[in-house]
């Protein structure tokens, strides 16, 4: 069983700058797995930020990046904000029509 | 305005059956995947389902093959979620949303509650 790994928790202060990753329990992310990365702050829907590894959904504040980084997805936050408390998500495509989630990413500014 | 409406949550026993709606707006239904993901409570995201635009394609997590089905009418802007031989670890938020061309969810529902217990 393919696990896809995330951070539990970050810190990054306001006006600071954070790389949360995805990876896997085994392999690589490559831009073959469509990573894509959601926000999700408590009692709410999630929220597209980041998909097809870099293209920024509409709306997303230019401050949140993908990237490829070594053998994982990235999502960066450059210049966090106090909004951008929430949990972060990324997700996989594995082929044959079947998707997995990290368990997501706690990000804290303070 | 694209809008996705969950219902049909609520508390069921152990072993019961449910089925789960979403009534989509602002958007040609037809015309797109959809999927359904699960959000047990204090956990992270589950993608549970997917069904191509004409419902010829569906693909299941394996927790739940063999007890939910994915469905759509195309006729109602619908999507369907029935589960089946339900158990505790179904209880979760259930969200709908549209999935795009190159795997991914764009919007998505406000989700509906399933409690399993006795």
């Known amino acids: 069983q393919t696990v896809v790994t995330q951070e539990p928790s970050f810190s990054v202060s306001p006006g600071g700058t954070v790389t949360l990753t995805c990876g896997l329990s085994?392999?690589?992310?490559?831009?073959?797995?469509?990573p894509s990365w959601y926000q999700q702050t408590p009692g709410q829907a999630p929220r597209t930020l980041i998909y097809?590894?870099?293209t920024r959904s509409s709306g997303v504040p230019d401050r949140f990046s993908g990237s490829i980084l070594g053998n994982k997805a990235a999502l960066t936050i450059t210049g966090a904000q106090a909004d951008d408390e929430s949990d972060y998500y990324c997700v996989l495509y594995m082929g044959s029509g079947i998707y997995v989630f990290g368990a997501g990413t706690k990000v804290t500014v303070l | 305005e694209v809008q996705l409406v969950e219902s049909g949550g609520g508390l069921v026993q152990p072993g019961g059956s449910l089925r789960l709606s979403c009534e989509a707006s602002g958007f040609i239904f037809s015309s797109n995947w959809l999927s359904w993901v699960r959000q047990a409570p204090g956990k992270g995201l589950e993608w549970v389902a997917d069904?191509?635009?004409?419902?010829?394609?569906?693909y299941y997590v394996d927790s739940v093959k063999g007890r939910f089905t994915i469905s759509r009418d195309n006729a109602k802007n619908s999507l369907y979620l029935q589960m089946n031989s339900l158990r505790a670890e179904d209880t979760a938020v259930y969200y709908c949303?549209?999935?795009?061309?190159?795997?991914?969810?764009?919007?998505w529902g406000q989700g509906t509650l399933v409690t399993v217990s006795s």
């Open positions: 069904i191509k635009e004409d419902g010829s394609e569906k």
């Open positions: 085994s392999g690589s992310v490559s831009t073959s797995y469509y």
């Open positions: 949303a549209r999935r795009r061309p190159t795997y991914y969810l764009d919007y």
């Open positions: 097809n590894t870099n």
